[in-house]
Protein backbone atom coordinates (compact mmCIF):
# COMPACT_ATOMS: atom_id res chain seq x y z
CA UNK A 1 0.00 0.00 0.00
CA UNK A 2 0.88 3.43 -0.62
CA UNK A 3 2.31 4.29 3.00
CA UNK A 4 4.07 8.27 1.81
CA UNK A 5 4.07 11.05 -0.44
CA UNK A 6 6.58 13.62 -1.12
CA UNK A 7 5.84 16.60 -3.55
CA UNK A 8 8.48 19.32 -4.08
CA UNK A 9 7.71 22.28 -6.74
CA UNK A 10 4.66 20.80 -8.25
CA UNK A 11 2.18 23.87 -9.81
CA UNK A 12 0.76 25.11 -6.60
CA UNK A 13 2.72 23.04 -3.88
CA UNK A 14 5.80 23.92 -2.37
CA UNK A 15 7.07 21.48 0.05
CA UNK A 16 4.45 18.77 1.16
CA UNK A 17 5.25 15.65 2.70
CA UNK A 18 1.78 13.40 3.34
CA UNK A 19 1.93 10.20 5.10
CA UNK A 20 -0.73 7.67 4.62
CA UNK A 21 -2.72 4.45 6.90
CA UNK A 22 -4.18 1.56 5.32
CA UNK A 23 -8.21 1.10 4.37
CA UNK A 24 -10.32 4.10 3.31
CA UNK A 25 -8.48 7.65 3.66
CA UNK A 26 -10.66 10.60 2.13
CA UNK A 27 -9.32 14.00 0.68
CA UNK A 28 -12.03 16.69 0.93
CA UNK A 29 -11.70 20.60 0.28
CA UNK A 30 -13.01 23.38 -1.54
CA UNK A 31 -13.31 23.22 -5.68
CA UNK A 32 -10.44 24.17 -6.45
CA UNK A 33 -8.43 23.71 -3.44
CA UNK A 34 -6.16 21.57 -5.40
CA UNK A 35 -7.21 18.23 -4.41
CA UNK A 36 -6.35 16.88 -8.39
CA UNK A 37 -2.54 18.00 -7.79
CA UNK A 38 -2.14 15.21 -5.48
CA UNK A 39 -3.20 12.47 -7.92
CA UNK A 40 -1.09 14.51 -10.51
CA UNK A 41 1.98 13.94 -7.98
CA UNK A 42 0.91 10.70 -7.56
CA UNK A 43 0.41 9.90 -11.26
CA UNK A 44 3.91 11.31 -12.02
CA UNK A 45 5.67 9.27 -9.31
CA UNK A 46 4.24 5.92 -10.79
CA UNK A 47 5.31 6.79 -14.34
CA UNK A 48 2.47 9.38 -16.10
CA UNK A 49 3.57 11.66 -18.53
CA UNK A 50 5.12 15.37 -17.48
CA UNK A 51 6.35 18.11 -18.60
CA UNK A 52 7.80 21.59 -17.38
CA UNK A 53 4.31 23.10 -17.86
CA UNK A 54 3.76 22.11 -13.97
CA UNK A 55 6.83 23.17 -12.09
CA UNK A 56 6.04 25.69 -9.57
CA UNK A 57 6.61 29.17 -11.27
CA UNK A 58 10.32 29.91 -10.25
CA UNK A 59 12.27 26.81 -9.41
CA UNK A 60 14.36 24.80 -11.54
CA UNK A 61 12.76 21.49 -10.87
CA UNK A 62 10.32 19.25 -9.49
CA UNK A 63 10.24 16.29 -7.72
CA UNK A 64 7.81 13.43 -6.26
CA UNK A 65 8.35 10.19 -4.23
CA UNK A 66 6.12 7.56 -3.46
CA UNK A 67 6.67 5.03 -1.15
CA UNK A 68 5.09 1.64 -0.62
CA UNK A 69 4.58 -1.65 1.52
CA UNK A 70 4.15 -4.15 -0.25
CA UNK A 71 4.16 -7.77 0.78
CA UNK A 72 7.25 -10.07 -0.32
CA UNK A 73 4.71 -12.20 -2.83
CA UNK A 74 3.89 -8.95 -4.64
CA UNK A 75 4.76 -9.81 -8.10
CA UNK A 76 6.22 -5.97 -8.87
CA UNK A 77 9.85 -7.56 -6.78
CA UNK A 78 10.34 -10.02 -9.06
CA UNK A 79 9.50 -7.38 -11.96
CA UNK A 80 12.20 -4.84 -10.58
CA UNK A 81 14.66 -7.93 -9.17
CA UNK A 82 14.85 -8.67 -13.46
CA UNK A 83 15.84 -4.60 -13.54
CA UNK A 84 18.77 -5.08 -10.84
CA UNK A 85 16.70 -3.42 -8.30
CA UNK A 86 16.35 -5.27 -4.96
CA UNK A 87 14.65 -4.06 -1.39
CA UNK A 88 14.98 -4.98 2.29
CA UNK A 89 12.33 -7.42 3.05
CA UNK A 90 11.14 -7.84 6.50
CA UNK A 91 10.86 -11.95 6.64
CA UNK A 92 8.94 -11.98 9.71
CA UNK A 93 6.06 -9.89 8.70
CA UNK A 94 5.96 -10.62 5.32
CA UNK A 95 6.06 -6.93 4.79
CA UNK A 96 8.64 -5.57 2.48
CA UNK A 97 8.95 -1.62 3.28
CA UNK A 98 11.10 0.85 1.28
CA UNK A 99 10.02 0.57 -2.21
CA UNK A 100 10.99 4.05 -3.24
CA UNK A 101 8.76 5.07 -6.29
CA UNK A 102 10.81 9.05 -7.15
CA UNK A 103 10.04 11.33 -10.41
CA UNK A 104 12.19 14.08 -11.61
CA UNK A 105 11.54 17.26 -14.09
CA UNK A 106 13.47 19.80 -15.01
CA UNK A 107 13.14 23.05 -16.51
CA UNK A 108 14.64 21.82 -19.99
CA UNK A 109 11.86 19.08 -20.02
CA UNK A 110 14.08 15.99 -19.36
CA UNK A 111 12.22 13.87 -17.05
CA UNK A 112 14.02 10.94 -14.76
CA UNK A 113 12.56 7.99 -13.26
CA UNK A 114 14.12 6.15 -9.72
CA UNK A 115 13.34 2.93 -7.79
CA UNK A 116 15.30 2.88 -4.61
CA UNK A 117 17.35 5.65 -5.70
CA UNK A 118 18.22 3.51 -8.52
CA UNK A 119 17.88 5.09 -12.08
CA UNK A 120 15.20 3.26 -14.24
CA UNK A 121 13.13 3.75 -17.73
CA UNK A 122 10.16 5.76 -17.39
CA UNK A 123 8.53 2.95 -19.14
CA UNK A 124 9.88 0.63 -16.23
CA UNK A 125 8.47 3.41 -13.78
CA UNK A 126 4.96 2.70 -15.65
CA UNK A 127 4.89 -0.81 -15.60
CA UNK A 128 5.61 -0.64 -12.05
CA UNK A 129 3.34 1.72 -11.35
CA UNK A 130 0.50 0.26 -12.81
CA UNK A 131 1.06 -2.86 -10.55
CA UNK A 132 0.27 -0.44 -7.75
CA UNK A 133 -2.00 2.37 -8.04
CA UNK A 134 -5.26 2.12 -9.78
CA UNK A 135 -7.39 5.66 -10.51
CA UNK A 136 -10.31 5.67 -11.14
CA UNK A 137 -12.63 8.92 -11.83
CA UNK A 138 -14.86 10.47 -14.69
CA UNK A 139 -12.07 10.83 -17.19
CA UNK A 140 -10.68 7.79 -16.28
CA UNK A 141 -9.09 5.48 -18.81
CA UNK A 142 -6.85 3.04 -17.48
CA UNK A 143 -7.78 -0.14 -15.15
CA UNK A 144 -11.05 -1.80 -15.75
CA UNK A 145 -11.44 0.36 -18.90
CA UNK A 146 -8.72 -1.16 -20.74
CA UNK A 147 -10.01 -3.76 -22.84
CA UNK A 148 -6.84 -5.49 -22.64
CA UNK A 149 -6.97 -6.38 -19.33
CA UNK A 150 -10.40 -8.01 -19.02
CA UNK A 151 -9.30 -11.24 -19.82
CA UNK A 152 -6.84 -11.79 -17.48
CA UNK A 153 -9.14 -10.23 -14.40
CA UNK A 154 -12.16 -12.77 -15.49
CA UNK A 155 -9.30 -15.44 -15.50
CA UNK A 156 -8.13 -14.46 -12.24
CA UNK A 157 -11.80 -14.31 -10.91
CA UNK A 158 -12.06 -17.41 -11.83
CA UNK A 159 -9.87 -19.25 -10.39
CA UNK A 160 -8.15 -21.59 -13.97
CA UNK A 161 -4.61 -20.93 -13.10
CA UNK A 162 -4.12 -24.85 -13.75
CA UNK A 163 -6.40 -24.99 -16.82
CA UNK A 164 -4.26 -21.77 -18.26
CA UNK A 165 -1.48 -23.85 -17.55
CA UNK A 166 -2.53 -26.83 -19.53
CA UNK A 167 -3.79 -24.18 -22.28
CA UNK A 168 -0.37 -22.85 -22.43
CA UNK A 169 1.40 -26.19 -22.25
CA UNK A 170 -1.03 -27.41 -25.17
CA UNK A 171 -0.15 -23.89 -27.36
CA UNK A 172 3.26 -24.87 -26.35
CA UNK A 173 3.08 -28.16 -27.84
CA UNK A 174 1.31 -27.34 -31.10
CA UNK A 175 3.68 -24.51 -32.08
CA UNK A 176 6.49 -26.69 -31.98
CA UNK A 177 4.61 -29.17 -34.32
CA UNK A 178 3.69 -26.66 -36.60
CA UNK A 179 7.79 -25.77 -36.76
CA UNK A 180 8.55 -29.23 -36.71
CA UNK A 181 6.59 -30.01 -40.23
CA UNK A 182 6.68 -26.50 -41.55
CA UNK A 183 10.71 -27.22 -41.42
CA UNK A 184 10.56 -30.51 -43.01
CA UNK A 185 7.89 -29.42 -45.12
CA UNK A 186 10.68 -26.78 -46.30
CA UNK A 187 13.71 -28.84 -46.34
CA UNK A 188 11.47 -31.82 -48.91
CA UNK A 189 10.14 -28.80 -51.18
CA UNK A 190 13.88 -27.58 -51.29
CA UNK A 191 14.94 -31.26 -52.49
CA UNK A 192 12.38 -31.96 -54.80
CA UNK A 193 14.00 -28.75 -56.61
CA UNK A 194 17.19 -29.74 -56.50
CA UNK A 195 16.46 -33.44 -57.37
CA UNK A 196 18.32 -33.68 -60.60
CA UNK A 197 20.79 -31.84 -59.14
CA UNK A 198 21.80 -33.73 -56.61
CA UNK A 199 21.43 -37.56 -57.67
CA UNK A 200 23.93 -36.13 -61.17
CA UNK A 201 26.05 -34.76 -58.37
CA UNK A 202 26.08 -38.36 -56.94
CA UNK A 203 26.85 -39.79 -60.10
CA UNK A 204 29.70 -37.76 -61.09
CA UNK A 205 31.31 -37.77 -57.64
CA UNK A 206 30.57 -41.64 -57.34
CA UNK A 207 32.74 -41.69 -60.71
CA UNK A 208 35.37 -40.24 -59.68
CA UNK A 209 35.69 -41.33 -56.22
CA UNK A 210 37.88 -38.16 -54.99
CA UNK A 211 39.56 -38.77 -51.46
CA UNK A 212 40.76 -36.47 -48.57
CA UNK A 213 44.40 -35.65 -49.39
CA UNK A 214 44.44 -36.73 -52.79
CA UNK A 215 44.87 -33.84 -54.83
CA UNK A 216 48.51 -33.00 -52.32
CA UNK A 217 49.71 -36.47 -53.29
CA UNK A 218 49.23 -36.09 -57.09
CA UNK A 219 50.93 -32.96 -56.88
CA UNK A 220 53.66 -34.13 -55.22
CA UNK A 221 53.75 -37.11 -57.35
CA UNK A 222 53.99 -35.50 -61.00
CA UNK A 223 56.32 -32.92 -59.74
CA UNK A 224 58.46 -35.53 -58.98
CA UNK A 225 58.11 -37.55 -62.38
CA UNK A 226 57.83 -34.29 -64.57
CA UNK A 227 61.78 -33.98 -62.90
CA UNK A 228 62.62 -36.98 -63.31
CA UNK A 229 65.36 -37.36 -65.71
CA UNK A 230 67.15 -34.66 -64.23
CA UNK A 231 66.85 -36.59 -60.77
CA UNK A 232 67.60 -39.93 -62.06
CA UNK A 233 70.90 -38.28 -63.56
CA UNK A 234 71.91 -36.38 -60.45
CA UNK A 235 71.10 -39.71 -58.76
CA UNK A 236 73.51 -42.50 -60.85
CA UNK A 237 76.47 -39.95 -60.80
CA UNK A 238 76.18 -39.58 -56.73
CA UNK A 239 76.44 -43.63 -56.90
CA UNK A 240 79.27 -43.56 -58.67
CA UNK A 241 81.05 -41.07 -56.15
CA UNK A 242 80.42 -43.55 -53.29
CA UNK A 243 80.70 -47.19 -55.13
CA UNK A 244 83.05 -46.93 -58.54
CA UNK A 245 85.65 -44.97 -59.48
CA UNK A 246 85.19 -41.55 -61.14
CA UNK A 247 85.59 -40.78 -64.54
CA UNK A 248 89.30 -39.36 -63.79
CA UNK A 249 90.24 -42.92 -62.20
CA UNK A 250 90.52 -41.74 -58.37
CA UNK A 251 89.11 -44.58 -55.90
CA UNK A 252 85.41 -43.81 -54.82
CA UNK A 253 84.30 -42.94 -51.38
CA UNK A 254 83.87 -46.47 -49.74
CA UNK A 255 87.06 -48.14 -51.78
CA UNK A 256 88.82 -45.39 -50.22
CA UNK A 257 87.37 -46.31 -46.21
CA UNK A 258 87.76 -49.83 -46.67
CA UNK A 259 91.65 -49.03 -47.70
CA UNK A 260 91.87 -46.69 -44.71
CA UNK A 261 90.64 -49.28 -42.35
CA UNK A 262 92.73 -51.80 -43.43
CA UNK A 263 95.93 -50.21 -42.98
CA UNK A 264 95.01 -49.01 -39.50
CA UNK A 265 94.19 -52.39 -38.86
CA UNK A 266 97.53 -53.54 -39.54
CA UNK A 267 99.45 -51.60 -37.53
CA UNK A 268 96.82 -51.48 -34.41
CA UNK A 269 98.30 -53.84 -32.34
CA UNK A 270 101.62 -51.71 -32.69
CA UNK A 271 99.74 -48.65 -31.38
CA UNK A 272 98.91 -49.69 -27.97
CA UNK A 273 95.32 -48.90 -28.66
CA UNK A 274 95.54 -45.29 -30.02
CA UNK A 275 94.13 -46.24 -32.99
CA UNK A 276 90.58 -48.20 -31.66
CA UNK A 277 88.58 -45.35 -31.56
CA UNK A 278 89.65 -44.15 -34.75
CA UNK A 279 88.92 -47.99 -36.59
CA UNK A 280 85.52 -47.70 -34.43
CA UNK A 281 84.30 -44.57 -36.37
CA UNK A 282 86.05 -45.88 -39.83
CA UNK A 283 83.63 -49.16 -39.27
CA UNK A 284 80.58 -47.12 -38.82
CA UNK A 285 81.72 -44.83 -42.08
CA UNK A 286 81.90 -47.82 -43.87
CA UNK A 287 78.50 -48.94 -42.86
CA UNK A 288 76.94 -46.34 -43.64
CA UNK A 289 78.47 -45.99 -46.93
CA UNK A 290 77.61 -49.25 -47.85
CA UNK A 291 73.71 -49.23 -46.53
CA UNK A 292 73.62 -45.00 -48.52
CA UNK A 293 75.08 -46.81 -51.70
CA UNK A 294 71.97 -49.81 -51.23
CA UNK A 295 69.25 -47.00 -50.49
CA UNK A 296 70.64 -45.09 -53.64
CA UNK A 297 70.47 -47.99 -55.97
CA UNK A 298 66.61 -48.67 -54.99
CA UNK A 299 66.00 -45.12 -55.27
CA UNK A 300 67.33 -45.34 -58.84
CA UNK A 301 65.61 -48.42 -59.61
CA UNK A 302 62.35 -46.34 -58.71
CA UNK A 303 62.91 -43.29 -60.66
CA UNK A 304 62.10 -44.51 -64.21
CA UNK A 305 60.66 -42.17 -66.23
CA UNK A 306 57.64 -43.53 -67.31
CA UNK A 307 55.47 -40.67 -69.98
CA UNK A 308 52.25 -42.43 -69.79
CA UNK A 309 52.56 -42.61 -65.65
CA UNK A 310 52.69 -38.98 -65.81
CA UNK A 311 49.83 -38.24 -68.30
CA UNK A 312 47.81 -40.64 -65.98
CA UNK A 313 48.13 -38.76 -62.79
CA UNK A 314 48.14 -35.17 -64.50
CA UNK A 315 44.21 -35.89 -66.20
CA UNK A 316 44.04 -37.79 -62.45
CA UNK A 317 44.49 -33.88 -61.04
CA UNK A 318 43.51 -31.97 -63.18
CA UNK A 319 39.96 -33.70 -63.21
CA UNK A 320 39.64 -33.56 -59.04
CA UNK A 321 40.20 -29.46 -59.61
CA UNK A 322 37.97 -29.37 -62.13
CA UNK A 323 35.49 -30.92 -60.30
CA UNK A 324 36.31 -28.85 -56.86
CA UNK A 325 35.70 -25.48 -58.93
CA UNK A 326 32.60 -26.85 -60.49
CA UNK A 327 31.43 -26.91 -56.86
CA UNK A 328 33.07 -24.17 -55.48
CA UNK A 329 34.88 -25.95 -52.58
CA UNK A 330 38.34 -27.33 -51.97
CA UNK A 331 39.15 -30.79 -53.34
CA UNK A 332 39.54 -32.23 -49.92
CA UNK A 333 36.18 -31.24 -49.16
CA UNK A 334 34.74 -33.31 -52.67
CA UNK A 335 34.14 -36.38 -50.50
CA UNK A 336 32.23 -34.14 -47.87
CA UNK A 337 30.53 -32.96 -50.78
CA UNK A 338 29.51 -36.71 -52.10
CA UNK A 339 27.94 -37.37 -48.73
CA UNK A 340 26.10 -34.00 -47.89
CA UNK A 341 24.11 -34.76 -51.43
CA UNK A 342 23.52 -38.36 -50.51
CA UNK A 343 21.61 -37.13 -47.09
CA UNK A 344 19.67 -34.99 -48.66
CA UNK A 345 18.70 -37.59 -51.41
CA UNK A 346 17.86 -39.91 -48.28
CA UNK A 347 15.95 -37.51 -46.83
CA UNK A 348 14.19 -36.58 -50.62
CA UNK A 349 12.99 -40.99 -49.89
CA UNK A 350 12.05 -40.80 -46.25
CA UNK A 351 10.42 -37.25 -46.78
CA UNK A 352 7.22 -37.42 -47.53
CA UNK A 353 6.61 -40.70 -44.97
CA UNK A 354 8.34 -37.92 -42.25
CA UNK A 355 5.73 -35.31 -43.29
CA UNK A 356 3.18 -37.32 -42.81
CA UNK A 357 4.39 -38.80 -39.53
CA UNK A 358 4.62 -35.00 -38.24
CA UNK A 359 0.87 -34.14 -39.98
CA UNK A 360 -0.44 -36.34 -37.49
CA UNK A 361 1.67 -35.16 -34.18
CA UNK A 362 -0.04 -31.90 -35.61
CA UNK A 363 -3.57 -33.04 -35.73
CA UNK A 364 -2.79 -34.53 -32.12
CA UNK A 365 -1.59 -31.58 -30.75
CA UNK A 366 -4.24 -29.49 -32.29
CA UNK A 367 -6.90 -31.97 -30.85
CA UNK A 368 -5.64 -31.42 -27.40
CA UNK A 369 -5.31 -27.79 -27.52
CA UNK A 370 -8.84 -27.07 -28.61
CA UNK A 371 -10.14 -29.42 -25.90
CA UNK A 372 -7.62 -27.23 -23.57
CA UNK A 373 -9.35 -23.73 -25.30
CA UNK A 374 -12.66 -25.30 -24.64
CA UNK A 375 -12.40 -26.17 -21.01
CA UNK A 376 -11.24 -22.76 -20.46
CA UNK A 377 -14.35 -21.35 -22.66
CA UNK A 378 -16.66 -23.33 -20.43
CA UNK A 379 -15.08 -22.09 -17.04
CA UNK A 380 -14.98 -18.44 -18.19
CA UNK A 381 -18.47 -18.13 -19.32
CA UNK A 382 -19.48 -20.28 -16.10
CA UNK A 383 -17.13 -17.51 -14.41
CA UNK A 384 -18.76 -14.62 -16.41
CA UNK A 385 -22.06 -15.68 -15.53
CA UNK A 386 -21.25 -15.90 -11.84
CA UNK A 387 -19.23 -12.22 -12.01
CA UNK A 388 -22.35 -10.30 -13.50
CA UNK A 389 -24.98 -11.57 -11.66
CA UNK A 390 -22.45 -10.65 -8.57
CA UNK A 391 -21.70 -6.85 -10.18
CA UNK A 392 -25.56 -6.74 -10.42
CA UNK A 393 -26.51 -7.27 -6.94
CA UNK A 394 -23.66 -4.01 -6.44
CA UNK A 395 -25.30 -1.81 -8.88
CA UNK A 396 -28.47 -1.39 -7.17
CA UNK A 397 -27.59 0.22 -4.15
CA UNK A 398 -25.23 1.92 -6.04
CA UNK A 399 -28.82 3.30 -8.09
CA UNK A 400 -28.19 1.74 -11.07
CA UNK A 401 -30.54 -1.39 -11.00
CA UNK A 402 -31.56 -0.42 -14.39
CA UNK A 403 -28.10 -0.91 -15.41
CA UNK A 404 -27.17 -4.16 -17.11
CA UNK A 405 -23.51 -5.66 -16.67
CA UNK A 406 -22.09 -8.06 -19.01
CA UNK A 407 -18.90 -10.27 -19.35
CA UNK A 408 -18.54 -10.75 -23.20
CA UNK A 409 -16.66 -13.82 -23.42
CA UNK A 410 -16.44 -14.83 -27.53
CA UNK A 411 -14.19 -16.71 -29.62
CA UNK A 412 -11.42 -13.96 -30.95
CA UNK A 413 -12.54 -13.50 -34.70
CA UNK A 414 -9.00 -14.26 -36.29
CA UNK A 415 -9.31 -18.29 -34.29
CA UNK A 416 -5.47 -18.00 -34.30
CA UNK A 417 -4.14 -20.43 -31.49
CA UNK A 418 -2.81 -18.51 -28.52
CA UNK A 419 -1.14 -19.04 -25.35
CA UNK A 420 -4.72 -18.32 -22.78
CA UNK A 421 -7.28 -20.15 -25.48
CA UNK A 422 -9.27 -18.88 -27.89
CA UNK A 423 -11.50 -16.06 -26.75
CA UNK A 424 -11.61 -12.35 -26.61
CA UNK A 425 -13.19 -10.86 -23.42
CA UNK A 426 -14.91 -7.34 -22.32
CA UNK A 427 -17.19 -5.90 -20.10
CA UNK A 428 -19.93 -4.00 -21.37
CA UNK A 429 -22.91 -2.16 -19.74
CA UNK A 430 -26.29 -0.97 -20.91
CA UNK A 431 -27.61 1.93 -18.73
CA UNK A 432 -30.87 1.86 -20.21
CA UNK A 433 -33.83 -1.00 -20.35
CA UNK A 434 -33.48 -2.97 -23.41
CA UNK A 435 -30.64 -0.93 -25.04
CA UNK A 436 -27.63 -3.14 -26.37
CA UNK A 437 -24.48 -3.48 -23.72
CA UNK A 438 -21.58 -1.32 -25.36
CA UNK A 439 -18.12 -0.84 -23.75
CA UNK A 440 -17.82 0.96 -20.28
CA UNK A 441 -16.25 3.83 -22.11
CA UNK A 442 -18.68 4.47 -24.48
CA UNK A 443 -22.09 3.50 -22.78
CA UNK A 444 -21.78 5.19 -19.08
CA UNK A 445 -21.67 8.50 -18.54
CA UNK A 446 -19.16 10.22 -15.97
CA UNK A 447 -20.86 9.14 -12.41
CA UNK A 448 -22.86 6.07 -13.89
CA UNK A 449 -18.67 5.23 -14.86
CA UNK A 450 -17.48 5.62 -11.56
CA UNK A 451 -20.08 3.46 -9.89
CA UNK A 452 -19.51 0.44 -12.21
CA UNK A 453 -15.93 0.66 -11.81
CA UNK A 454 -17.11 0.66 -7.70
CA UNK A 455 -19.19 -2.42 -8.49
CA UNK A 456 -16.19 -4.38 -10.53
CA UNK A 457 -13.63 -3.26 -8.00
CA UNK A 458 -15.59 -4.87 -4.74
CA UNK A 459 -16.27 -8.21 -6.26
CA UNK A 460 -12.78 -8.16 -8.43
CA UNK A 461 -10.94 -6.99 -5.58
CA UNK A 462 -9.01 -10.08 -4.67
CA UNK A 463 -8.38 -10.62 -8.39
CA UNK A 464 -5.69 -7.75 -8.99
CA UNK A 465 -1.95 -7.32 -7.89
CA UNK A 466 -2.92 -3.12 -7.28
CA UNK A 467 -2.29 -2.27 -3.49
CA UNK A 468 -3.95 1.05 -3.64
CA UNK A 469 -6.98 2.51 -5.13
CA UNK A 470 -7.87 5.78 -6.07
CA UNK A 471 -11.42 6.96 -6.75
CA UNK A 472 -11.35 10.79 -7.69
CA UNK A 473 -15.12 11.97 -7.57
CA UNK A 474 -16.35 8.91 -7.38
CA UNK A 475 -19.93 10.26 -5.87
CA UNK A 476 -19.94 13.49 -8.46
CA UNK A 477 -23.74 14.32 -9.39
CA UNK A 478 -24.94 11.78 -6.19
CA UNK A 479 -26.04 12.73 -3.01
CA UNK A 480 -28.32 11.02 -0.02
CA UNK A 481 -28.71 7.38 -0.26
CA UNK A 482 -26.67 7.28 -3.17
CA UNK A 483 -23.75 8.64 -2.26
CA UNK A 484 -24.03 6.96 1.32
CA UNK A 485 -24.00 3.38 -0.93
CA UNK A 486 -20.56 4.30 -2.30
CA UNK A 487 -19.28 5.50 0.73
CA UNK A 488 -20.26 1.80 2.10
CA UNK A 489 -19.25 -0.03 -1.08
CA UNK A 490 -15.41 1.93 -0.74
CA UNK A 491 -15.40 1.22 3.18
CA UNK A 492 -15.90 -2.51 2.36
CA UNK A 493 -13.47 -2.29 -0.41
CA UNK A 494 -10.93 -0.50 1.78
CA UNK A 495 -11.25 -3.82 3.99
CA UNK A 496 -9.05 -5.64 1.32
CA UNK A 497 -7.49 -3.08 -0.40
CA UNK A 498 -6.20 0.44 0.41
CA UNK A 499 -8.61 3.65 -0.66
CA UNK A 500 -7.96 6.82 -1.12
CA UNK A 501 -10.78 8.68 -2.16
CA UNK A 502 -11.26 12.58 -3.49
CA UNK A 503 -14.91 13.30 -2.84
CA UNK A 504 -17.43 15.94 -2.07
CA UNK A 505 -19.91 14.09 -0.31
CA UNK A 506 -20.37 14.25 3.29
CA UNK A 507 -21.74 10.50 3.67
CA UNK A 508 -18.44 9.06 2.20
CA UNK A 509 -15.98 11.55 4.08
CA UNK A 510 -17.78 10.02 7.18
CA UNK A 511 -16.18 7.09 6.36
CA UNK A 512 -12.53 7.87 6.13
CA UNK A 513 -10.05 5.84 8.72
CA UNK A 514 -7.70 8.93 7.79
CA UNK A 515 -9.21 11.92 6.42
CA UNK A 516 -7.21 15.05 4.67
CA UNK A 517 -8.61 18.36 4.10
CA UNK A 518 -6.85 20.13 0.96
CA UNK A 519 -6.77 23.96 1.15
CA UNK A 520 -5.54 26.96 -1.00
CA UNK A 521 -4.71 30.10 0.63
CA UNK A 522 -2.43 33.30 -0.38
CA UNK A 523 1.12 33.63 1.14
CA UNK A 524 2.95 37.17 0.04
CA UNK A 525 2.18 37.37 -3.30
CA UNK A 526 2.11 33.43 -3.92
CA UNK A 527 -0.82 31.54 -3.85
CA UNK A 528 0.15 27.94 -2.24
CA UNK A 529 -1.77 24.54 -1.75
CA UNK A 530 -1.51 22.69 1.32
CA UNK A 531 -3.06 19.51 2.81
CA UNK A 532 -3.51 18.34 6.59
CA UNK A 533 -4.81 15.47 8.56
CA UNK A 534 -7.79 16.32 10.42
CA UNK A 535 -8.00 15.72 14.10
CA UNK A 536 -11.48 14.29 15.14
CA UNK A 537 -13.04 17.59 15.96
CA UNK A 538 -11.87 18.92 12.82
CA UNK A 539 -12.96 15.82 11.17
CA UNK A 540 -16.75 16.57 12.60
CA UNK A 541 -16.25 20.86 11.46
CA UNK A 542 -14.92 19.68 7.86
CA UNK A 543 -18.08 17.24 7.54
CA UNK A 544 -20.01 20.20 8.86
CA UNK A 545 -18.64 22.86 6.38
CA UNK A 546 -19.70 20.04 3.59
CA UNK A 547 -23.27 19.68 5.02
CA UNK A 548 -24.10 23.41 5.10
CA UNK A 549 -21.93 24.99 3.02
CA UNK A 550 -20.05 28.61 3.85
CA UNK A 551 -21.58 28.77 6.97
CA UNK A 552 -21.49 25.73 9.38
CA UNK A 553 -24.22 25.70 11.74
CA UNK A 554 -25.34 23.54 14.89
CA UNK A 555 -27.76 21.62 12.98
CA UNK A 556 -25.01 20.61 10.10
CA UNK A 557 -22.19 19.47 13.30
CA UNK A 558 -25.53 17.60 14.36
CA UNK A 559 -26.00 16.37 11.09
CA UNK A 560 -21.79 15.59 10.94
CA UNK A 561 -21.77 13.99 14.45
CA UNK A 562 -24.33 11.86 13.02
CA UNK A 563 -22.58 10.61 10.19
CA UNK A 564 -19.51 9.78 12.12
CA UNK A 565 -21.56 7.83 14.45
CA UNK A 566 -23.31 5.55 11.59
CA UNK A 567 -20.22 5.15 9.83
CA UNK A 568 -18.36 3.28 12.53
Not at 9 to 30: K, N, R, S
Not at 176 to 197: D, H, I, K, R, T
Not at 330 to 352: C, F, H, K, M, S
Not at 484 to 508: E, N, W, Y
Amino acid sequence: MLIGLSIRDLLLIDQLDIEFGGALTVLTGETGAGKSILLDALGLATGARGDSGIIRAGCRQLSVSAEFALRTDHPVWRLIEEQGIVGDADQDTQQAPGLLLRRVVTQEGRSRAFINDQPVSIATLREVGAMLVEVHGQQDSHGLLNPAGHRALLDSFAGIAAELGTCRAAYDRLSGALAAVNGAEEALSSAQAEEAYLRHLVEELEALAPEIGEEDRLAQERAMMMNAEKLAGDMQRALADISGTDPNGDMAVDGLLAGALRRLERIAPQAGGRLDSAIDALERACSEAIEGRALLEEACRSLEFEPHKLEQVEARLFDLRAMARKHNVVADNLPELYETAITQLGRLDQGVEEIDRLRAEVAAARAAYQQAAQTLSDKRQAAAAKLDALVAAELAPLKLDKARFATCVNYAVDQKPRPHGLDDVAFQVATNPGAAPGPLSKIASGGELSRFMLALRVVLSKASTVTTLIFDEIDAAVGGATADAIGDRLSKLAGIVQILAVTHSPQVAARGLGHFQVAKFQRKEETVTAVRKLAPDERREEIARMLAGAEVTDAARVAADSLLTLAQ
